[in-house]
């Protein structure tokens, strides 16, 4: 089995309507297709990936190049975990990521994910992101999680402040030749730790795959 070798495959997180775990090839290839079609309004710019830019075909493969560069870029002291979010029984609906540097010694992830556009408006990405940091805090030790989201992207503003994070400045990027402004939003373990659980989450496969993370 490829998890024998790659014990992140053996990793999925569970919550009442989702599962996350790490794409099969076949899995890749749809996810990928779903990306080409749209994760936003050709009229909108919610992201700092240039989603609307290019053809569906490049932005599919832009989706398999970063699925494969995570997987061959992964070390402990830097790792991309971008797990594909499926319904239980039903198609893929997006990716959500966990990634952290130095992480035995910060103990700081960061979250990202995107949906395709018939999936937004559901739950979902407040679910997906709940079993992220549910991995993170409660199964790898994490004392922090961090976000950035631009002022006008309300969905991802409303994902995070439902989920208990709070302010923590501002970010600079550039973009061709423009900089763009967005909020850095951080959670605490403790903040997390006194709050209601927004679902339950299951963790299975950690035991395997710990040694990857530290």
Do not use: C, K
């Not at 994910?113 to 999936?119: D, N, Q, R, T």
């Amino acid at each position: 089995m490829l998890a024998d070798l790659w014990p992140t495959y053996a990793l999925t997180l569970t919550t009442p309507r989702l599962v996350l775990r790490l794409p099969s090839e076949a899995e890749i290839g749809d996810l990928a297709r779903l990306a080409a079609r749209g994760v936003h309004g050709p009229d909108e710019r919610p992201f700092l990936t240039p989603w609307t830019e290019g053809t569906p075909e490049e932005r599919a493969r832009s989706v398999l190049q970063g699925h494969w560069d995570e997987l061959a870029s992964w070390t402990p002291e830097e790792w991309h975990l971008g797990l594909g979010v499926f319904l239980h029984t039903g198609p893929a609906l997006g990716v959500a990521t966990l990634r952290a540097r130095d992480f035995v010694v910060t103990r700081e992830v960061s979250t990202s994910s995107w949906l395709g556009l018939a999936h937004q408006g559901l739950g979902y990405g407040t679910e997906a992101r709940a079993a992220l940091l549910t991995l993170a805090f409660d199964h790898l030790g994490a004392t922090d999680a961090t976000t950035e989201v631009f002022p006008d992207n309300h969905a991802s503003q409303g994902v995070s402040r439902r989920l208990g994070y709070q302010s923590d400045g501002i970010s600079r990027d550039r973009r061709g030749d423009e900089v763009l402004v967005s909020d850095r939003l951080r959670l605490t373990a403790d903040r997390w730790a006194a709050s209601t659980p927004y679902v339950a989450v299951e963790v299975t496969g950690l035991a395997e795959a710990a040694a990857m993370f530290r």
